[in-house]
Each structure stands twice: as C-alpha cells, then as structure tokens.
C-alpha cells in the first residue's frame, strides 16, 4: 500500500484536508462555543479563549468542534451583562441560533478576514476597523501577491498570543473541516511544519516572492567598491557577496518574522500533530 509520502503526492488538497482531520479527529472531539460580532470574530474569540485559560490548558493536540454564536454590535454594547469567560448569558444578550456547518464555515472564513488587513479594510461587513489594539496578523505582500506576516508589529504577550490564538485556529479549521479564506503561500506552512529545522533557500524566496530575490540577486551586478560602500551604510562588515545573499535570505525567512512564526507554530501543534 502507500505510505505517508506517496499518499502526499497522489492526493488533491480536499483530499489531504480529510486525511488531517481523520487523523486529528481519532482521539475524539471536544466542543468549544464563542460568541463573537462578525466584523470582530478573531478578536472576539480570541479574547475569550483569553480568558479561559483556553491554550494553557491543552497539554496535547486537540480537536475541538467549534460552536459559534453571533450577535450585533447593538447587543454587544450589553456585553457588561454578559458572562465572556463561561459562555453563558447573564443577561438580555441575543444571539443569532444557527444550526449545522454553515455558521462554523462563517466563522472560520470571518475569523480568517478578521486577521488581515483586507479584512479589517472591509470591517467584515463593509465597514472600517480601525482599533489599534487589533491590528492585522497577516498584511497582503504585492510582490508575493499572498498575505504574510505583518512585520510592523512589535512583539508584545498580547500579540503573542493573538498569533498563537491564530494557528490554534489555523489547525482547528481542518479539524471542522473548514477554510479561514487567506491566501497564504505554502512557504508559510513549510516553516510552521518544519519548526527549527526550517533551512531558508534562495530557491525558496525565489518561488514565495520574485521579486525580491531578484533584487537580493541583483547584488551581484555591484562593483566591489559599490558593494563594500553598501555593507558599510548598512554596518554589516566585510562580507562577501554570497554572505549578504545567504544573511539576506535568511532575514526575510527567519530572523525578521522569528517571534511571530514560533508563536504560530505553538499554536498550530496544539491542534494538530
């Protein structure tokens, strides 16, 4: 029969995605309920998972089947009546009761907007968010024409955990058999697969963004004097030019995204294994 390698080559994407989630889904299923606007369901669940200790908690990868309730921002403007941490209405809080996988499919795919800056753009409903205590995880590249890391960010605990908040959700979305709707390249998954063993290639960026490894490669069309006066702008010392391409390579793939890519692996691996 076919072992893991060969069943990665022959199988579609859907096909690969059930796989996962039988896998992820053979020691059972928990069920977890978030209540959350539309425009805010990242933010929203990620506030409650917050609160319930919900990733400190998990000692080994687990799939949870997601439960999620909506509700406006007119009966948000209750939510001092309501109860984050359990789950339960205090008090007059209405809540949209959908039933079967189409609000867990909404909610995946409005979580997933809610983390990009297109999404935040659109507000999920066509309005604006601009709350800059939820700023988007992932900012749409031009170059690379995918959504990646959004390297304005300072590290923070409350960013870091937003991110590892993100790829608990990431993996739980296989688990419900759902998609978060960002178009994320497949480099991003091959470091979070990867972990520390992650080796960075030109070949790699080449295939993410062409851009940029065009204009790393362009170094090489440098005099000597203009490449040494460009090390010295940029204090880097006397590297050669092969030196500059591999730092350059690797500072785009690991050092500038390092805290957020440990943060979403964690999180990841709580889901799926």
């Not at 539309?38 to 933010?43: L, M, N, T, V």
């Not at 909404?106 to 800059?132: C, I, K, V, Y």
């Amino acid at each position: 029969g076919f072992n893991e390698g060969h069943l990665a080559v022959c199988l579609n994407p859907g096909s690969k995605a059930l796989m996962v989630y039988l896998a992820a889904a053979g020691n059972g299923e928990r069920k977890i309920t978030f209540q959350v606007r539309r425009k805010c369901a990242f933010w929203d669940s990620f506030a409650q998972a917050q609160d319930r200790k919900l990733l400190d908690q998990l000692t080994s990868p687990s799939c949870f089947k997601v439960f999620p309730l909506f509700y406006s921002d007119a009966e948000y403007s209750k939510s001092d009546h309501f109860n984050r941490s359990s789950g339960n209405d205090r008090g007059s809080v209405q809540v949209e009761q959908g039933e079967g996988h189409g609000p867990r499919k909404e909610f995946f795919s409005l979580a997933g907007s809610s983390l990009t800056d297109a999404g935040l753009q659109r507000g999920g409903q066509g309005e604006s968010s601009t709350n800059p205590n939820q700023p988007p995880l992932f900012t749409f590249s031009r170059s690379a024409g995918k959504f990646w890391f959004n390297q304005s960010l300072q590290q923070t605990s409350t960013l870091q955990a937003a991110y590892k908040f993100a790829g608990w959700l990431m993996g739980q979305s296989i688990c419900n058999r759902c998609t978060m709707g960002m178009d994320l390249p497949k480099l991003l998954y091959q470091i979070l697969l990867d972990g520390r063993k992650f080796q960075p290639t030109m070949e790699m960026l080449e295939e993410f963004d062409p851009e940029i490894a065009k204009s790393i490669k362009n170094i090489d069309k440098l005099g000597d004097s203009e490449f040494k006066a460009m090390l010295s702008m940029d204090g880097l010392g006397n590297l050669t030019k092969q030196e500059y391409k591999r730092k350059s390579v690797e500072d785009i793939l690991v050092n500038n995204i390092a805290w957020q890519t440990k943060a979403l692996s964690e999180g990841f691996m709580r889901a799926v294994e």
